[in-house]
């Protein structure tokens, strides 16, 4: 998955319009989303990530995710 895939999909998710992702947060719902669709697409690999789910910006998000390989630069 590419960083712009990542992008697509809480833009996709969010209610309000993002201008600008690098200070991007977002409540526990859009979390849950977030995590649902990320899991849809890598089954196993997202929920066995510890404390992905206290992860809420997207700064973080994507540094866990180049971390852990699911997303290539």
């Known amino acids: 998955m590419k ?3 990542l992008k697509n999909i809480i833009k996709k998710l969010s209610e309000i319009k ?3 992702f690098n200070n991007f947060e ?3 719902l ?3 989303s977030i995590l649902m669709e990320l899991e849809k697409k890598f089954p ?4 066995s990530i ?3 789910s206290e992860i809420n ?3 973080n998000l994507l540094k866990v995710l180049k971390k852990k390989k699911i ?3």
């Open 3 to 5: 960083e712009k895939d």
């Open 18 to 20: 993002i201008k600008n």
């Open 26 to 28: 977002w409540d526990s």
């Open 30 to 32: 859009l979390q849950l």
């Open 44 to 47: 196993g690999k997202i929920t």
């Open 50 to 52: 510890k404390k992905i």
């Open 57 to 59: 910006t997207y700064q």
């Open 71 to 73: 997303i290539n630069d």
